[in-house]
């Protein structure tokens, strides 16, 4: 269909399985075993309710904010998703481009089928841009990697810690993974690759399963930027993060992909949030709580604020935009994002930010089912 009569993020998701190869489209949605926390994801957003407050003049409304210090037209960032061009000839390009026209952050993939300097050259000056990084069993290759990236100008580093083995998506299993020009030039150095078990198992085999809390200080002592790990599902290792000084965590199952019966992030925030306030009050400027899984609608975005998060991830939902669209699709995902944001705020009530506060909404049911 002609991308106006697209009218949710929803619509964009059709679109995609319509248009895609089938190998793309199994590798891009498929979930780790059973995929019951890909469902989750999507459900535990409709366990939370509103309370909205009532004639509280919201002529005017306003949803931009800060996310680890770089300006964000929404509180949404891009979460990477490997392998663009599975979707689309310009790959990551399509985000990139579209996040620079409407203030977005996006957050670069180690395994992007761009590579990472294409990706940093077509954003605009001074757009933030983050990177995901996956770390190699050797750590000197991620030692110039990082520090590439840092004197390219990205803004924080997400360091991936739910994947010290990638799950078994058995959709994309089935699917076999041959050469073609979703092929990811691994920026990580790694390139004997087994083409026998799905494009997943295919790309990942540098990915270090020896990764420990005891390298924080390493990664720490190779650059400045923010350092933010991503995949975080418990209040105990949370404290262990803010203990080990890095600057936030992603409340995250990798969007269902990893481990299968886990929580999803929007559960988890609650009891995650409750152990950092016994450090001290939240929000804490030295330390953001991201959310990322299933957020398709800007209410699912304010109700994981209205809970204590900073900012939310969107993976899967702009992977989708760009697939039929490119470039355009991502824009109009953003526009569409912006004006359920608008309608949202003024229904509960909020004219910006900080007034989304916990009393919004009643999650009273989220942990039952
Ligand atoms: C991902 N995600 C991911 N995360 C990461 O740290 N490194 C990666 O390379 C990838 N690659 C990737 C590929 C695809 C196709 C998907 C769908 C996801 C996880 C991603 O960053 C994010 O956590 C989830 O996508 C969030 O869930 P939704 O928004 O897709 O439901």
Redesign the pocket.
């Known amino acids: 269909p002609p991308l106006d009569e697209i009218i949710n993020l929803h619509d964009l998701e059709a679109v995609a399985k319509a248009v895609l190869p089938p190998k793309a489209w199994a590798?891009?949605?498929?979930g780790g075993d059973d995929e019951i926390t890909?469902r989750e994801?999507?459900a535990s957003f409709q366990r939370v309710w509103f309370r909205p407050r009532v004639l509280r003049d919201v002529s005017r409304v306003d949803w931009s904010t800060t996310i680890l210090g770089q300006k964000s037209s929404m509180p949404v960032y891009i979460?990477?998703?490997?392998?663009g061009k599975?979707g689309h000839p310009d790959g990551e390009l399509n985000l990139t481009r579209a996040a620079g026209k409407h203030g977005v952050i996006q957050?670069i993939?180690?395994?992007?089928s761009c590579s990472f300097d294409e990706i940093i050259d077509a954003a605009q000056p001074g757009q933030p841009q983050f990177l995901?990084?996956?770390v190699n069993r050797d750590r000197e290759i991620t030692r110039r990697y990082v520090q590439h990236a840092q004197k390219r100008g990205v803004k924080a580093l997400?360091i991936?810690v739910?994947?010290p083995q990638l799950g078994r998506r058995e959709k994309d299993m089935r699917m076999k993974a041959v050469d073609d020009n979703g092929t990811a030039k691994v920026q990580d150095g790694q390139s004997d690759v087994k083409k026998d078990q799905g494009v997943?198992r295919a790309i990942?085999s540098f990915i270090d399963p020896s990764l420990s809390w005891k390298d924080i200080p390493w990664f720490r002592s190779i650059t400045t930027m923010p350092i933010i790990l991503?995949?975080v599902a418990t209040p105990e290792d949370a404290l262990m993060a803010y203990d080990a000084g890095v600057q936030g965590i992603?409340l995250?199952?990798?969007?269902?992909?990893q481990l299968d019966t886990s929580f999803s992030?929007l559960e988890n925030l609650p009891p995650i949030i409750a152990a950092l306030k016994t450090r001290g009050p939240w929000p804490n400027p030295n330390f953001s709580v991201f959310v990322?899984?299933?957020?398709?609608r800007a209410s699912d975005v304010l109700k994981a604020l209205a809970l204590g998060a900073t900012a939310v991830?969107?993976?899967?939902?702009?992977?989708y935009a760009f697939c039929a669209y490119g470039q355009e699709g991502v824009e109009k995902a953003f526009q569409l994002l912006n004006d359920e944001f608008e309608m949202n705020m003024r229904l509960i009530g909020a004219r910006n930010l900080s007034e989304i506060v916990p009393e919004m909404v009643d999650a009273s049911a989220l942990h039952s089912r």
């Open positions: 590798y891009y949605s498929s890909i994801n999507r979460s990477a998703t490997a392998l599975l957050m993939p180690t395994l992007a995901q990084l996956y997400f991936t739910d994947a997943s990942s991503k995949g992603v995250s199952n990798h969007g269902g992909r992030g990322d899984g299933g957020v398709r991830g969107v993976g899967r939902a702009f992977m």
